[in-house]
């Protein structure tokens, strides 16, 4: 199992910028595709950014090509997701995902954090 810890949320002004992390502990971080999912106040979650076991692959959203980068550190067990250009309506919870097991996809993830909140003013 993995634990996955959220950090760098807040408050930002539209057109802004924020880099999200997720540091992960216990099994071989390596070893774990890495997703960001974000849960906006009434709506279902939705998947956001992933990366691959490692890291050569990446899948987003179409909501956030183009302004959102994925990325890993296997070597400092940690993922990050870089937005930019962020708009009101990604304004969300923000949650780090992980699974171990094939396919790489956007969706089937095992492990979830805490989450993180961003809030984007316009």
């Known amino acids: 199992q993995v634990l996955l810890v959220e950090s760098g949320g807040g408050l930002v002004q539209a057109g802004g910028s924020l880099r999200l992390s997720c540091a992960a502990s216990g099994r071989t971080f390596g070893n774990y595709a890495m997703a960001w999912f974000r849960q906006a106040p009434g709506k279902e979650r939705e998947f956001v950014a992933a990366i691959s076991w490692s890291g050569r692959r990446t899948l987003y959203a179409d909501s956030v090509k183009g302004r959102f980068t994925i990325s890993r550190d296997n070597a400092k067990n940690t993922a990050h997701l870089q937005m930019n250009s962020l708009k009101f309506e990604d304004t969300a919870v923000y949650y780090c995902?992980?699974?171990?097991?094939?396919?790489?996809?956007?969706?089937?993830?095992?492990?979830w954090g805490q989450g993180t909140a961003v809030t984007v003013s316009s």
């Open positions: 995902a992980a699974k171990d097991r094939p396919p790489f996809t956007a969706g089937d993830y095992d492990y």
